[in-house]
């Protein structure tokens, strides 16, 4: 039997460095940035590295509440929120990799969403928003505080999609706040409210 002892272990660091360093090369694109944390290279492909992503259907992370983002990665992995892009991935983190994204995207700068809203909606949106209180909790312009995301300047689309979810009770991890805030909403109502949320900064 021939003795393998003499592969020292500084020769297996160096193949090891050699592997890591081709694999990073060949994946250069989707690398994450400097001093992100290596999950960012998942969610680049939907939220992009910075969190801002393209995609409407897709949230903008970039500048929400770190707070906030660490319980929605919590809920969808304990499966009290569902998304079937989501659910899997969520699935694979731990409660450390969930704090570093949070803490990685709620530090970006939210960038604009690219949204061309109906200012007549706008305008029916706002008051809609006044009369039912939301910045009780969401804060004036809806700048979100720890676990109450930051609204303004999300995507049209993805605002719709979850007041709609809220109402349906399809999303349900609220705590009630949201499923009774948007229990009573019209068709129309959500959309007024999501044109004028989505155009904040
Ligand atoms: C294949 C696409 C895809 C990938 C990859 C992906 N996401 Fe998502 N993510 C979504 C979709 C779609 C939603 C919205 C779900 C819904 O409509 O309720 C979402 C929602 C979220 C939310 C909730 C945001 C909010 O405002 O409530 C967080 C937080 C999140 N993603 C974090 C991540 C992180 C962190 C990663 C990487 C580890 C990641 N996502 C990877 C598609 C993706
Ligand atoms: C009583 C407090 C409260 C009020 C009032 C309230 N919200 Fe919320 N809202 C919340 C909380 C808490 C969440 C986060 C729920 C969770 O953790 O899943 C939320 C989530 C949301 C979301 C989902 C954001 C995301 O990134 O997925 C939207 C959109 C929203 N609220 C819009 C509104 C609008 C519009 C109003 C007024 C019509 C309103 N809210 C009033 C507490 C409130």
């Known amino acids: 039997m021939p003795d ?26 989707s690398a994450p940035p400097a001093g992100a ?25 970039a500048g929400q509440t770190a707070r906030y983002l660490y319980l929605q990665l919590k809920d969808f992995k304990a499966g009290r929120r569902h998304d079937p892009s989501m659910d899997p991935i969520a699935a694979t983190l731990s409660p450390e990799d969930m704090l570093a994204l949070a803490e990685w995207f709620s530090k970006q700068k939210p960038m604009p969403n690219g949204f061309t809203p109906d200012p007549a909606k706008v305008d029916a949106g706002r008051k809609k928003a006044e009369a039912d209180l939301c910045s009780m909790c969401h804060l004036g312009n809806f700048s979100g505080q720890n676990e109450i995301p930051r609204v303004a300047g999300q995507h049209y689309a993805y605002i719709r999609k979850q007041l709609d979810d809220f109402r349906a009770k399809r999303r349900t991890n609220d705590g009630g706040n949201m499923t009774s805030v948007a229990a009573t909403l019209t068709d129309a109502e959500i959309d007024n409210l999501a044109q004028y949320v989505a155009n904040l900064n």
Not at 17 to 28: E, F, P, S, W
Not at 38 to 49: G, Y
Request: glycine share 2%.
């Open 4 to 29: 393998r002892s003499f592969v020292k272990p500084a020769v297996i660091v160096a193949l090891a460095v050699t592997v890591v360093l081709c694999a990073a090369r060949a994946d250069a694109q």
């Open 37 to 61: 944390p290596a999950q960012v290279a998942i969610c680049a492909a939907c939220h992009t590295a910075t969190g801002n992503s393209t995609n409407p259907m897709y949230p903008i992370l």
